[in-house]
T-cell receptor, first 116, second 115 residues
Framework: AQKITQTQPGMFVQEKEAVTLDCTYD???????LFWYKQPSSGEMIFLIY??????QNATEGRYSLNFQKARKSANLVISASQLGDSAMYFC?????????????FGKGTMLLVSP | ETGVTQSPTHLIKTRGQQVTLRCSSQ?????VSWYQQALGQGPQFIFQ???????GRGNFPPRFSGLQFPNYSSELNVNALELDDSALYLC??????????????FGPGTRLTVL
C-alpha cells in the first residue's frame, strides 16, 4: 500500500504569492515523522521542515509551514511569498518504525514553478 | 562540520558491468541509507547500514549490495547492471537513536547511466 501520496504532479505560482503542496500519508505506527524536502535540478535533497506525530502545533520554518491534520492524515506544505528560487521538485516523506528500522518513504513529488 | 559527500558525481556503464558508488557520512553519524531515484520518481529505499551491519532493506534484488566501514563511510555495489538501473543514487546519513524525528542528511548524489 502506498504510504505517501502527492496528487499534484505540477504547480504554478506567481512570485510573492503563497502556494500549498498537498501530501497525504498512511501508517499504523502511532509514532512517525513527516518531512518535506526540496530537490533543485542539481539533485541534492534539501531538508525544509519536520512535523512529529505527537507535536501539538504545526511546524514552521521561515517561509515554510506545515498544515498538519492528523485525523485526515494530511501534511500539506505551505510556502508563503514565493520566490523564483523556489522553483524545484518538492517531496513529502514519512519516517516510521513499523518496518523495525527507521527510514524514509517518499512520495512521487510535485514540481513547483514560480513565475515572475 | 563536513557534510555528506558522494563519488563519483556521474558514471556511465554498459549492461552487465559492475559499479561501486561511495559515500562519506556526516561527522558523528553512524547510519547510512541508500536510495535510488529514477527519472521523474521519488527516491526508493535500497538499504540501510547501522554500525557496519545492514539493518534494513527495500525491495531490491541481491545484486545490490553494500558495505559500511568503521569510519561509517559506505559503498553501494551493483552487479550485472541493467538498463533500468539508470538513476540518481542518493546517500543519506543520520545519527540513529531509534526516533522518528531523526533527520537524514543527503549527499549530492551519483547519476548512473547504463547503456
Amino acid at each position: 500500500a502506498q504510504k505517501i501520496t502527492q496528487t499534484q504532479p505540477g504547480m504554478f505560482v506567481q512570485e510573492k504569492e503563497a502556494v500549498t503542496l498537498d501530501c497525504t500519508y498512511d501508517t499504523s505506527d502511532p509514532s512517525y515523522g513527516l518531512f518535506w524536502y526540496k530537490q533543485p535540478s542539481s539533485g541534492e535533497m534539501i531538508f525544509l521542515i519536520y512535523q512529529g506525530s505527537y507535536d501539538q502545533q504545526n511546524a514552521t520554518e521561515g517561509r515554510y509551514s506545515l498544515n498538519f491534520q492528523k485525523a485526515r492524515k494530511s501534511a500539506n506544505l505551505v510556502i508563503s511569498a514565493s520566490q523564483l528560487g523556489d522553483s524545484a521538485m518538492y517531496f513529502c516523506a514519512m519516517r516510521d518504525l513499523s518496518s523495525g528500522y527507521s527510514t524514509l518513504t517518499f512520495g512521487k513529488g510535485t514540481m513547483l514553478l514560480v513565475s515572475p | 562540520e563536513t557534510g555528506v559527500t558522494q563519488s563519483p558525481t556521474h558514471l556511465i556503464k554498459t549492461r552487465g558491468q559492475q559499479v561501486t558508488l561511495r559515500c562519506s557520512s556526516q561527522s558523528g553519524h553512524n547510519t547510512v541509507s541508500w536510495y535510488q531515484q529514477a527519472l521523474g520518481q521519488g527516491p526508493q529505499f535500497i538499504f540501510q547500514y547501522y554500525r557496519e551491519e545492514e539493518n534494513g532493506r527495500g525491495n531490491f534484488p541481491p545484486r545490490f549490495s553494500g558495505l559500511q566501514f568503521p569510519n561509517y563511510s559506505s559503498e553501494l555495489n551493483v552487479n550485472a547492471l541493467e538498463l533500468d538501473d539508470s538513476a540518481l543514487y542518493l546517500c543519506a546519513s543520520s545519527l540513529d537513536s531509534g526516533r522518528a524525528s531523526n533527520e537524514q542528511f543527503f549527499g549530492p548524489g551519483t547519476r548512473l547511466t547504463v547503456l
